[in-house]
């Protein structure tokens, strides 16, 4: 069974630009969920959705980041325009309900 | 709010046991997990208490006391690949509608 798959793994941008991160969830799993990995920190959460429905985004800088999860499937987290301190890890999660959630490797994101 | 609390590193050798702790506050306690992360990699799940007391999965074992607001994951038979982070992190099904907050993290090395 296929895991999280998130792109790109790689991204290196100038300040003020755009970028987009696409995740893919495990099959089945209804709930998916947006991380921000600081370098030596843990994840905190950007997003959390049920199914369609952004449940909990009470910790998306709104001004600058969206997501959207229009099918209940895949997901995309937008960054625009891009600031030095947004440079970091954006993790994709996924869960079935139950006490577990299962991420995705990660894009790394580089703003310069 | 929520903390948790955990050391910044810790080292052992191989074969050794280690303790990590973790201390909590949150409004609306409803679990601890504990999540492993090597350099790089995605984090992945180890365990998951509810109810005090002690869980065992192999060489790591997970507590739990509640009235303490306290928890450990126990590391047995070290092993070079057990080098990693170490999140422990609460699951909060209070106000926030079931968001898992994580700790900074505990870097583990083991030393042959």
């Known amino acids: 069974e296929a895991g999280v798959v998130q792109s790109p793994r790689y991204k290196i941008i100038e300040k003020k630009q755009p970028v987009a991160f696409w995740c893919n969830p495990i099959s089945g799993h209804n709930t998916l969920y947006w991380y921000r990995q600081n370098l030596g920190q843990g994840p905190e959460l950007l997003i959390r959705y049920e199914n369609e429905e952004a449940v909990d985004d009470s910790q998306l800088p709104k001004d600058r980041f969206s997501a959207e999860r229009l099918k209940g499937v895949d997901s995309t987290l937008k960054i625009q325009p891009a600031e030095l301190g947004d440079s970091a890890v954006y993790l994709c999660a996924s869960g079935d309900g139950g006490n577990t959630i299962y991420f995705g490797e990660g894009s790394w994101l580089t703003v310069v | 709010g929520q903390s948790l609390e955990q050391p910044s590193e810790v080292t052992a050798v191989e074969g050794a046991i280690v303790q990590i702790n973790c201390t909590y506050q949150?409004?609306?306690?409803?679990?601890l997990s504990w999540y492993q992360q090597h350099d790089g990699g995605a984090p992945t799940f180890l365990s998951y208490n509810a109810l005090d007391g002690l869980e065992e999965t192999g060489r790591f074992s997970s507590f739990l006391s509640r009235s303490d607001s306290y928890g450990y994951l126990l590391l047995q038979e070290l092993q070079m690949k057990d080098s990693a982070s170490y999140f422990c992190?609460?699951?909060?099904?209070?106000?926030?509608?079931?968001?898992?907050?994580f700790g900074r993290g505990t870097q583990l090395t083991v030393w042959p």
């Open positions: 949150t409004s609306g306690f409803y679990g």
């Open positions: 992190a609460v699951l909060d099904r209070g106000s926030t509608l079931g968001r898992l907050y």
